[in-house]
């Protein structure tokens, strides 16, 4: 099976979950990227089941709303029982780096909202330690330079994604060359400087339920 067969199948695993696991008339959380998108064509079929979806981008909003599912605004919702979303990098506790497609503040507020962050990835993407993907980090255009330069501080060398601007207005640097021995103590430190919106480690508010896809079928790994 190739990668995009993978994803698909643990897409259709996540709706599977959901469709057990979510009560009647809730609100879904749902994530951005490729497998993020194989989930919500999934979800179409789910679609009377939910009183509504928030989305983590306003990519996701459109393709939600395409298959005629009422887009939330966070600010109308106090509870959203589970939310699905890729990842990039995932270690053995569960903690992720998330933020390849450049919504990571967006998805880490509604993982923060949720009361089930459930991540859905191919086997490639489970890693010993964090760190091989560059580090995501969303920051305040005028603070670009300045971050950069703390950044390289803490070890890392922080890299402009060009031409990417967020959904909230903002820019990316990518961070190489990390080996994050402990993501918790990390996410921390890089959002105390100033004109970070936050970075993409989630290891605070690690992932719940991990479902990983590869050739033998669909693996689901819980935490705690
Ligand atoms: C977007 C993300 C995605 O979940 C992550 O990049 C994984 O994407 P894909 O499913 O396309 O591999 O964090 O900001």
Redesign the pocket.
């Given at each position: 099976m190739n990668q995009d067969q993978l994803?698909a199948l643990v897409a259709r695993a996540a709706a599977e979950y959901v469709e057990e696991h979510a009560p009647c008339d809730s609100v879904i959380g749902v994530?951005?990227?490729?497998?993020?998108n194989l989930f919500i064509d999934e979800l179409g079929r789910l679609k009377d089941r939910f009183s509504g979806a928030v989305a983590s981008s306003e990519a996701s909003r459109v393709r939600l709303e395409k298959l005629g599912f009422r887009v939330l605004d966070l600010n109308e919702v106090s509870e959203i029982p589970i939310y699905v979303?890729?990842?990039?990098e995932i270690d053995p506790a569960l903690h992720v780096i998330?933020?390849?497609?450049?919504?990571?503040t967006r998805?880490k507020i509604v993982a923060a909202v949720a009361a089930k962050f459930v991540c859905i990835?191919d086997a490639s993407k489970r890693v010993e330690v964090l760190g091989r993907f560059p580090l995501p980090v969303e920051v305040i255009p005028m603070a670009r330079e300045y971050v950069a330069r703390q950044l390289r501080k803490l070890g890392g060398e922080p890299c402009w994604r060009e031409g990417v601007v967020t959904d909230n207005g903002n820019v990316i640097l990518d961070v190489h060359g990390l080996r994050i021995a402990d993501p918790v103590a990390l996410e921390s430190a890089i959002n105390q400087i100033v004109g970070v919106v936050t970075n993409?480690l989630f290891a605070a508010r690690a992932v719940d339920v991990l479902l990983v896809s590869n050739a033998d079928g669909v693996q689901r790994m819980q935490r705690g």
């Open positions: 994803k994530g951005t990227g490729s497998t993020a979303d890729g990842a990039d998330k933020g390849g497609g450049a919504a990571l998805e990835a993409g």
